[in-house]
């Protein structure tokens, strides 16, 4: 299941970064960020029911992982910023 919401979450930030700034941007910014949250929820409740990491493997098991959710919901919520930000306008 975080699998899925982690392939949803990458689907939503590839369309979010197509769009220009506006409202679309801010809305699939900040679902991105929601969906990698509930993705890092589920890896973390599979990992505590599984009995945690292996000793002496938790940085590949547990840090590792959590960092890349943890950078996908920084950048979900930078695009959920950017639609706010519409930039400098040409012309």
């Known amino acids: 299941m975080a699998a899925i919401f982690l392939s949803l979450t990458a689907a939503i930030l590839l369309a979010a970064w197509r769009?220009?700034?506006g409202y679309p941007k801010r809305v699939l910014g900040?679902?991105?960020a929601v969906c990698a949250?509930?993705?890092m929820g589920l890896f973390?409740?599979?990992l505590s029911v599984s009995?945690?990491?292996d000793a002496g493997m938790e940085l590949a098991q547990l840090y590792f992982p959590?960092?890349?959710y943890g950078l996908?919901?920084?950048?979900g919520g930078a695009m959920g910023l950017a639609g706010w930000c519409p930039?400098?306008?040409?012309?």
Request: proline share 7%; glycine share 14%; charged share 10%.
């Open 19 to 21: 769009f220009p700034a």
């Open 30 to 32: 900040i679902l991105a």
């Open 37 to 39: 949250a509930a993705a």
């Open 44 to 46: 973390w409740q599979m």
């Open 51 to 53: 009995g945690g990491p």
């Open 66 to 68: 959590c960092a890349v």
């Open 72 to 75: 996908v919901i920084l950048a």
């Open 87 to 91: 930039g400098k306008k040409r012309g």
